[in-house]
Structures are given as structure tokens and as C-alpha cells.
């Protein structure tokens, strides 16, 4: 007997799932499960994915649903993990408690660097684990080094083809291959979820405003985001859009609405703010927007892939300079989003949807911003990033790289042309050593 068991914490999540088992994907199974995991800051205020308007279409995939947040009660997801003497006895537990009895196991989870997936694939130890990916991060390197009991173990990443052409740096270090979900099969099984949501506003062709709460993940301060809706607003308007409508993220606080409709009185325009917490794609079916604005969304790459809508960005060049660490995950999807989209406040570029790189510049650029973030889990990129940087690197590039890394793995454009032996002097790095030593013990 076979079981396999998929993980999902989003609806977007759950459509991949859909449409990869639409697809054939997946081979045959006596039983598929959906391990379903609410990761919301507050779990108990935020509707997990079974609760969400559309699920009810996708739920025929699977014959059992089970929530990992139960499971684990009263842990929350995102910070709990067995302890390696205990997987054992939590594969035992769970074995009994989902009736799975001798069955052999196979996982579908996504996010498996980070908890809950990292947590269900130590448990299961001997299950061979596919890694889905439904948004933009796919393309960009794995952000923590992965136990390698749990990453050879990853036998391919199922990912939606968003960007045409550039292949997903995400488990390269393990030889994985990339796999992309059929787009006419993720396309119809959007499609069944169209008429979800009976209490959507009827709107014809508005500009659509997209938020996703960055404050919560500690990239802006809560007003600075305000200010993006903002500016994403303002902007609409000044390329001739009458008619709004704002999509908060679920989990946004509600005053963010306010802000944007105080505004909005004050250009005179009609704004539609939506509470019901559906996916982008079905507002695109339902609306046809005839402009998508967001900063660095998936969902912009959906508009532009998958129904053709036009698109603009905004705030992706604060979100360059802000993002900290350098390597934070969320990088490559903004590069990947201020490489390619328009700029909201150029006018001509909105209109003529002009493509600001070509998929070749683009893979080129990814792997050497990818090589930067993580050049220890992907050595092996070193050559390329140097070969971009060289060739490559003029006022436009730098906004995606910073000196001081470029510096610290003496990569080309860290110093001026004449003085790059410096990073490479073992005598200088040793007296820079031991002035940043003597400069710390004199402030101490």
C-alpha cells in the first residue's frame, strides 16, 4: 500500500497540488492525504486553507485532509520541530493516528529548508520527498543548508513555469531536477475556481492594487508599506484609472484600508477594498483588470504568464536596498519583478509592457545574485557570477548587489579596477583583520 502525503499552508499551494495531480505528476497511490498547515503569525484569527472560499473545488484531489496544527497542538508550525531522538516515536504516533499502519510513504511538501515541511520530512526519514514550489523563491538558492538525510532524499522540484525560459536555482546543490507543472492544467484548475467568492464586488476592468504585508516580515515598517499602497494608488490614477480595487493580504491589519480610502477621496476616484480572501487569479478571471500593480507578488507574474494582463511594479528598488541579510530569500523574487516589469511611473513602459531584460540576461543575473547570497551552498556558480559581474555590471546592475558582499567573496566590482589584487592579499586581509579587532576593542 501506498500512501502519499501532500503539504499545503496556502490555496495557491493546494491549486499547484491540483494541477500537478490533474497532470499525472504523481504516480499511482492508494490514499493521498493533505496535510493541511496554517503558518499565520496567529493561527487562530487567520482561516487555514480548508476554510477558504474555492477549497470545496480542489478538496475531490484527496481523500483525507488532516491539519498539522491539531497534530502538534499546542505548537505553532512555523516553530516546532522533533527532536532527532524523537522521530521514531513521532513516525509510530503519527502512523496511528492518520491510519496509515505499514504503508509505504511518499511527501509533497513545499519550503523545505524551514519548518513545518523540514519537520514532516525528519519524521518520515525513509520517504522519498518531492519539493513543490508555487512561487518566484523557486528560482532563487536554497536559503539554509539542508541536512543532507533530508535533501538526497528530494527527488524533484514540481514548479509553475512563471518566467518562461530560467530554470530554478532551489536544491541545485543536490542534483535536483526542476519539473514544471503543466501551465494549461494549473490554468483549468484556476478556472473552476472562478465563481468562488459570491460576495466579490462587481467590478469591470479596475486597476488592481495587490498587498502582502511586508511589514510582517520585517522588510518595511508598517507605515512605509502604507505609503506603497499609497504610491501604487496614486500612480493608477496617474495613468488614467477611475476605478480601484485593493486587495489586502488576509492576515493586513484593517487600518491599511482606511489609509487607502482617505486617499482615495482625496484624488476622487472609486476604490473598492475586498475582505473576502480569495485568490488574485480569480479576481483576473472575474474582472479582467486592465492594470495589475503590486511590488514584488507572484501574482503579478501570473497576470502577465498565464492571462496576459498588463502589469507594473513599485518599490522594488527600496526593497533591493532594504532587504537584510543579503541573503534573504525573498532577493531573487524581487530582482526577478524589477528586472523584467515595468515601472509604475513610466508611463511609456506601462503601456508598452516593455520586458526590461531578456530571459538569457536575466539567468545570468539570477545566478550571480544566487551565488552571492549562498556562495557556500553553491560554489559552483562562482564562475558565472564572476563572468557577469565582469562583463555585465554598470549603474543599472549595482542596484542588485552591494559593495560590502562583493567585497567579503572578492568578487569583481568590489573594489575599482586598479586596486582588485586587495581582496585577494593575504597580508591585507590579515591587517584589516586586525584593525576591525582593535577598532571593536577600543569602542568596548
Not at 110 to 131: C, D, K, M, R, Y
Not at 402 to 431: E, H, I, M
Amino acid at each position: 500500500m501506498t500512501t502519499q502525503i501532500f503539504m499545503a499552508s496556502t490555496l495557491y499551494g493546494t491549486a499547484t497540488l491540483a494541477a500537478a495531480l490533474d497532470a499525472d505528476c504523481f504516480g499511482p497511490a492508494d490514499r493521498r492525504i493533505l496535510l493541511v498547515s496554517n503558518n499565520a503569525a496567529t493561527p487562530e484569527t487567520t482561516p487555514s486553507v480548508d476554510e477558504m472560499p474555492g477549497f470545496g473545488r480542489l478538496r475531490g484531489r484527496f481523500d483525507d485532509i488532516v491539519s498539522w496544527n491539531e497534530t502538534i497542538t499546542p505548537f505553532h508550525p512555523g516553530g516546532w520541530a522533533p527532536r532527532p531522538d524523537d522521530t521514531p516515536l513521532w513516525e509510530r504516533h503519527l502512523r496511528l493516528a492518520w491510519n496509515l499502519g505499514d504503508d509505504d510513504i511518499e511527501l509533497a511538501v513545499e519550503s523545505i529548508q524551514v519548518n513545518p515541511a523540514l519537520g514532516v520530512a525528519q519524521i518520515f526519514t525513509g520517504a522519498p520527498v518531492t519539493v513543490y514550489a508555487d512561487g518566484l523563491m523557486s528560482y532563487g538558492p536554497t536559503r539554509n543548508k539542508i541536512d543532507p538525510l533530508v535533501g538526497t532524499r528530494v527527488t524533484r522540484l514540481l514548479h509553475l513555469d512563471l518566467v518562461p525560459g530560467l530554470t530554478p536555482l532551489l536544491l541545485t546543490e543536490f542534483d535536483v531536477e526542476p519539473e514544471i507543472v503543466p501551465t494549461d492544467a494549473f490554468s483549468k484548475v484556476l478556472a473552476e475556481l472562478v465563481d468562488t467568492g459570491d460576495e466579490l464586488p462587481s467590478v469591470d476592468e479596475p486597476a488592481l492594487l495587490l498587498g502582502q504585508y511586508l511589514s510582517a516580515l520585517g522588510i518595511l515598517t508598517a507605515e512605509q508599506e502604507e505609503d506603497l499602497h499609497v504610491r501604487m494608488l496614486r500612480g493608477a490614477v496617474a495613468l488614467g484609472h477611475s476605478r480601484v480595487v485593493f486587495k489586502p493580504h488576509p492576515t493586513a491589519p484593517a487600518r491599511w484600508s482606511r489609509v487607502l480610502e482617505k486617499e482615495a477621496g482625496k484624488l476622487d476616484v472609486e476604490l473598492t477594498v475586498l475582505d473576502t480572501p480569495v485568490l488574485a487569479e480569480v479576481l483576473y478571471q472575474r474582472m479582467r483588470p486592465a492594470l495589475v500593480v503590486g511590488c514584488f507578488s507572484t501574482a503579478l507574474l501570473t497576470a502577465s504568464a498565464l492571462y496576459g494582463l498588463p502589469v507594473a511594479r513599485i518599490g522594488t528598488d527600496t526593497l533591493l536596498d532594504r532587504l537584510v541579510p543579503y541573503e534573504n530569500s525573498n532577493r531573487v523574487p524581487v530582482t526577478i519583478v524589477d528586472a523584467l516589469l515595468p515601472e509604475l511611473t513610466d508611463k511609456a513602459a506601462v503601456a508598452e509592457q516593455r520586458v526590461g531584460m531578456t530571459t538569457e540576461a536575466l539567468s545570468g543575473l539570477v545566478r550571480a545574485v544566487g551565488y552571492a547570497m549562498q556562495p557556500k551552498i553553491l560554489p559552483d556558480l562562482r564562475p558565472a557570477a564572476e563572468r557577469y559581474l565582469t562583463q555585465h555590471l554598470n549603474n543599472h546592475t549595482w542596484r542588485y548587489f552591494k559593495r560590502k558582499r562583493l567585497t567579503s567573496l572578492a568578487l569583481p566590482g568590489a573594489v575599482p579596477a586598479q586596486l582588485a589584487f586587495l581582496p585577494r592579499n593575504a597580508t591585507v586581509r590579515r591587517v584589516a583583520r586586525r584593525a576591525r579587532s582593535l577598532r571593536r576593542a577600543v569602542r568596548r
